[in-house]
């Protein structure tokens, strides 16, 4: 065979619309790569989850999507949850102090200390 030569125009002949169209697949390309790059590391990221779901099943892009979509909803539910009862813990030990300061600004008023005024601080004290 004879060596064949394939004349390429030089980038300063090529038009911008020509440009644009030699250009298109490539960055087409690399933006699938992207994509099938970033769905790749979410499937590795939740493999445990998607095992418990769907054992033995061949995930296609769009499972695993949705199946990340559907973690990151329960995940985000999850810490609603555990804010609302962190926040109810802190609002109960908070009143509860402030009850305690009341009480014991209230005995301090009284310069006489009652046994029950005694027995009260030393229970509030534990």
Known sequence: MAPSTVFMEPDNLL?????N????????KMRRDRINSSIEQLKLLLEKEFQR??????LEKADILEMTVSYLRQQSQLQVKRSFHKSSQFDFREGYSRCLQEAFHFLSLHKVRT???TKLLSHFQK
């Not at 779901?53 to 061949?58: A, C, G, I, T």
């Open 15 to 19: 038009t911008p619309k020509e440009k």
């Open 21 to 28: 169209k030699l250009r298109k697949p490539v960055v087409e």
């Open 53 to 58: 779901h769907q054992p033995n099943s061949k």
């Open 115 to 117: 046994e029950t005024q």
